[in-house]
């Protein structure tokens, strides 16, 4: 690939692409609530007239609210963010994995070989378990480059390929794999990105991260629990989420959970993720983890208290905090 000048990477977009956006265990939808979607449309629609195909697609698009024309997803982690050239970028590989191989597949072939690198939150199964089922990983000629913070990566993936979990052991997939150790607050380098990581509060620990490149910074931050009584610019994860243009934030549980019943379970909750926010003077902040309990309707619920309450305790200086809640299928421009 050609060099590129500095001005323009710093005006050239940045693509981030959401595969897999629930927490714990996949959630796909059942009978009753897609019985139920369909009843909420129709109950909409009487009275209106939908005699035509544009007639209909613009009442879909125009007049149902997502959790009704659409749905949040029931995918685990995993995020594509586009480098604009021949290597794939991707932050965990959850069962939204399996998505985004068919995709490459279908816009690719499986000739032509690939590289993809992977950047690994932490080995939890939500957080891995769609790599079996990576279909570029069966081709040779690809390369699969999994970078992390822990030790046992390696250790991770082969086991939930090993007797009696997976018929298809670690060892037999075609394409080169390697595993890529990092420190916390070392600076890499992949796919044209400067990459961080940073510890967080976890169960065996999770790692974020935060993607750089033409003065633009996205920062993966998920399966963290902030446990702290205060909220200040002395956090150190204000100085890890400063001035991101993209923050992706496990809000997983209300406030009240992530407090009660529910502390110590290495979640944190959308009202945190508007403070940290803010304080960090963050452009735009994406719902992301989201629980597997939740239907589309309060997920929904969940970001419309999350927009009023930034516009309550937006600080006097004016600055704004764009958020949205991810599903499967997300895509973004930074």
């Known amino acids: 690939m050609p060099l590129e000048s500095v001005g323009s990477r710093r005006s050239k977009q940045i693509p981030v692409r959401f595969w897999g956006t629930r927490g714990s265990v996949s959630a796909p939808l059942g009978h009753s609530a897609v019985r139920a979607k369909i009843r909420d449309a129709l109950i909409a629609a009487r009275g209106r007239d939908l005699s035509t195909v544009e007639a209909i697609d613009g009442f879909i698009d125009d007049e149902l609210p997502f959790s009704v024309k659409g749905t949040f997803g029931g995918n685990t982690s995993c995020i594509e963010i586009a480098t ?57 000629g690809n390369r699969i480059r999994i970078h992390g913070c822990h030790k046992n990566l390696r250790e991770a993936l082969l086991g939930q390929q090993a007797v009696p979990y997976f018929p298809v052991p670690f060892e037999f997939l075609h394409a080169a794999v390697e595993f890529v150790e990092m420190e916390p607050g070392v600076e890499y380098r992949a796919a044209g990105f400067k990459v961080t990581a940073f510890q967080q509060s976890h169960s065996g620990d999770s790692y974020g991260y935060r993607f750089s490149r033409g003065g633009k910074s996205i920062v993966y931050s998920t399966d963290c629990e902030h446990n702290v009584p205060i909220l200040d610019a002395s956090y150190p994860f204000v100085q890890f989420f400063r001035n991101a243009d993209l923050l992706i934030f496990d809000a997983m ?82």
């Open 84 to 140: 604009g050239g021949d290597e794939y970028l991707l932050c965990d590989l959850g069962t939204g994995l399996r998505e985004f191989g068919n995709h490459i597949l279908a816009h690719h072939g499986p000739t032509e070989p690939r590289c993809f690198n992977v950047f690994l939150s932490h080995p939890h199964w939500d957080h891995i378990e769609g790599f079996p089922f990576f279909a570029p990983a069966y081709i040779p």
């Open 253 to 334: 549980y209300s406030l009240a959970d992530a407090v009660t019943i529910k502390e110590d379970w290495g979640h944190s909750s959308n009202i945190v993720a508007v403070e940290l926010a803010q304080l960090a003077r963050v452009r735009r902040l994406v719902l992301f983890h989201h629980e597997p309990a939740c239907d589309d309707a309060r997920i929904e619920q969940v970001l419309g208290e999350t927009i009023r309450y930034e516009e309550i305790s937006r600080d006097g200086q004016g600055h704004k905090v764009d958020i949205v809640s991810a599903y499967d299928g997300l895509e973004l421009a930074v």
